[in-house]
């Protein structure tokens, strides 16, 4: 059994930062990827970053140079730092994690979501 806690978002203007935090608990041997997709109302889901074990992070164009994605891996934990925001960044942010149980299984999972309002 896994668990993704999520925490930090909230509403804030534009221009404005905003940090979310996600961290994974329970059966966890190792974790591969973790990273954050957003879905805005009408859209699909799209991936916003992530990180993978070895460091390695990747971004959607749009966030490139404002969100800054990281990873604390004793405590199985990712975080957001997302600064000059924009109304467009406004949508439910989800957290993600690719790792292996302790029964050797690969698991996939995401957290319950938390919101992000950028008001201009």
């Known amino acids: 059994q896994v668990q993704l806690v999520e925490s930090g978002g909230d509403l804030v203007q534009a221009g404005g930062s905003l940090r979310l935090s996600c961290t994974a608990s329970?059966?966890?041997?190792?974790?591969?990827?973790m990273g954050w997709y957003r879905q805005a109302p009408g859209n699909e889901r799209e991936l916003v970053a992530t990180?993978?074990?070895?460091?390695?992070?990747n971004y959607v164009d749009s966030v490139k140079g404002r969100f800054t994605i990281s990873r604390d891996s004793a405590k199985n934990t990712v975080y957001l730092q997302m600064n000059s925001l924009k109304p467009e960044d406004t949508g439910v942010y989800f957290c993600?994690?690719?790792?292996?149980?302790?029964?050797?299984?690969?698991?996939?999972?995401w957290g319950q979501g938390t919101q992000v309002t950028v008001s201009s």
């Open positions: 993600y994690v690719r790792l292996t149980t302790t029964k050797r299984v690969i698991y996939n999972g």
């Open positions: 990180v993978t074990s070895d460091g390695s992070t």
């Open positions: 329970g059966s966890i041997l190792s974790i591969y990827v």
